[in-house]
């Protein structure tokens, strides 16, 4: 089963689970053949289905791994909070020269929908926090816009620490930090990515050749999550007038996230 698995196929888990305690009160504690090899229509294909048994209680044990497919909230923010640890004082990548605070990333660990930028500026580095400046404003603005509160997604940078100057982070540095990243993303399981800018979108799909102009607003995949690419806030507080595009793209993951297409 899947971790995003359907209210439906939840319903058939609990309505086996249930089963299996029906004939464990009746004292039947044993099954002639692996439950692994019963196919929908209930027919074991076991060569050897007459041998092959299974403990009730194990099945019965196995019961949350089935339904707690995903680990809870708090449980998410723990792992988040151990990440940040293990992080600690990072010196991975020379990143770690110039920045002030290393910026972790904030939001709702449970989050349907995150952001990715590029990496913090001068307030986010002051700070601690992403998206804190001017562009943070906007990007405030756009989640409010979609109906939800900056508590509700996850932000985060591909590198965590501030290029000097805001330069573009170079491969050595966001090849050190993505591995961080993708914990996040592993640890949250967001449904929808949105990058933010070209850096964003390249480094997360691992193609420097794709292009936000050419690839914006389509939906992508990463290791099962869908990426919506969008421009970076940052350029829209220069060329304001692509912010439509943006919220176009919004709009998609929002149906997706609504939707699921
Ligand atoms: S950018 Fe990432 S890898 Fe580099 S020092 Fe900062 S936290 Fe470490």
Redesign the pocket.
């Known amino acids: 089963m899947s971790d995003e698995s359907s209210a439906p196929e939840r319903e058939m888990v609990r309505g086996i689970v249930d089963v299996l305690r029906y004939y464990g009160a009746m004292g039947i504690e044993r099954f002639p053949f692996p439950v692994s090899n019963v196919k929908a229509d209930g027919v074991s294909d076991s060569p050897d289905c007459h041998t092959a048994t299974i403990d009730l209680d194990l099945t019965v044990r196995e019961e949350s791994a089935l339904y707690v497919t995903q680990p809870s909230p708090s449980e998410k923010a723990k792992q988040l909070s151990a990440l940040r640890d293990k992080?600690g004082d990072?010196?991975?990548?020379?990143?770690?020269a110039g920045?002030t605070n290393?910026v972790?990333g904030e939001g709702n660990p449970d989050a349907r929908l995150m952001f990715i930028g590029e990496?913090p500026g001068e307030d986010e580095d002051l700070q601690g926090r992403p998206f804190v400046g001017k562009a943070g404003v906007l990007l405030t603005r756009l989640i409010e816009k979609m109906e939800l509160r900056r508590e509700d997604v996850y932000i985060a940078n591909i590198?965590?620490?501030r290029p000097p100057g805001n330069r573009e982070?170079a491969q050595d540095?966001?090849g050190?930090?993505r591995?961080?990243l993708e914990q996040q993303i592993e640890i949250i399981r967001p449904a929808v990515i949105m990058t933010l800018g070209n850096v964003a979108l390249q480094t997360l799909m691992n193609n420097p050749a794709l292009k936000i102009s050419a690839v914006r607003g389509k939906l992508l995949e990463f290791k099962g999550h869908t990426v919506i690419p969008t421009f970076h806030p940052a350029y829209l507080l220069r060329n304001p007038a692509d912010k439509w595009k943006t919220w176009a793209d919004a709009q998609k993951a929002l149906e997706k996230l609504h939707h699921g297409h």
């Open positions: 992080i990072c010196a991975r990548c020379k990143l770690s920045r290393i972790f990496g590198v965590k620490c982070p540095e966001t050190s930090c591995g961080f």
